[in-house]
């Protein structure tokens, strides 16, 4: 459990030294494997888009599978940084959660969001590891911090006693529930504020119908 007055923050592999050159290849590969895909994407168009010879490219990154790689697991690592820092003190469950809620689900309606889901999925059936490391990175992380905050919360009498690993999967289930589906088959209209609001209302209220503390 996270001592008293502590924020739960995610712990992750270090990232390797960020600079200048190095960002300026990860801009640059974004914009080429958003347009064309893993395998429509060449070093040399990447070179081109980032501003740099492909000689500098390759002292950054030796493939184009490992620039690929970079650059998915930074997209799920920052977003996984930025969304689960939960206080486990916070006695209001609900208001954390509702905050958590609505910051996770306007980063997931994100079109760029979805163009790197869509980008790993389209390259991880060659391979494989893509898919892993983008899961171990990103779903995997934020669930597991989301399980120590509602072992907190348990703990503290705030949310009956289960299994949290699931009820944190379930938790995030509910908050989008269909929506991410739907805008990665580019089905419907765009996600509104008010849609957005209501799904977390909603995805709070059922979680507390199940998960919420004995009567």
Request: charged share 25%; glycine share 10%.
């Amino acid at each position: 459990m996270a001592a008293p007055g502590a924020t739960l923050e995610p712990s992750f592999p270090p990232m390797p030294p960020e600079s200048d050159k190095r960002r300026q290849i990860l801009d640059g590969a974004r914009r080429v494997f958003m347009g064309a895909g893993f395998d429509g994407a060449s070093m040399g168009e990447i070179a081109r888009a980032a501003g740099v010879s492909k000689g500098t490219l390759y002292v950054y990154f030796d493939s184009k599978e490992a620039l690929f790689e970079a650059l998915t697991l930074e997209e799920k690592r920052t977003l996984a940084e930025v969304l689960f820092l939960l206080d486990a003190d916070d006695p209001d469950v609900a208001a954390v959660l509702t905050r958590l809620g609505q910051t996770y689900l306007v980063e997931m309606v994100r079109p760029e969001h979805v163009a790197v889901i869509r980008m790993v999925i389209g390259a991880c059936e060659k391979f494989p590891r893509f898919g892993q490391a983008f899961f171990e990175a990103g779903p995997a992380q934020g669930v597991a911090r989301l399980t120590a905050y509602l072992d907190a919360q348990v703990a503290a009498g705030r949310l009956r006693a289960t299994d949290t690993d699931l009820a944190a999967k379930h938790f995030l289930h509910l908050c989008q529930a269909g929506l991410l589906t739907r805008l990665l088959f580019r089905a419907g209209g765009p996600v509104t504020e008010a849609e957005i609001g209501y799904r977390i209302a909603e995805a709070v209220r059922v979680f507390f119908a199940g998960y919420g503390p004995e009567q």
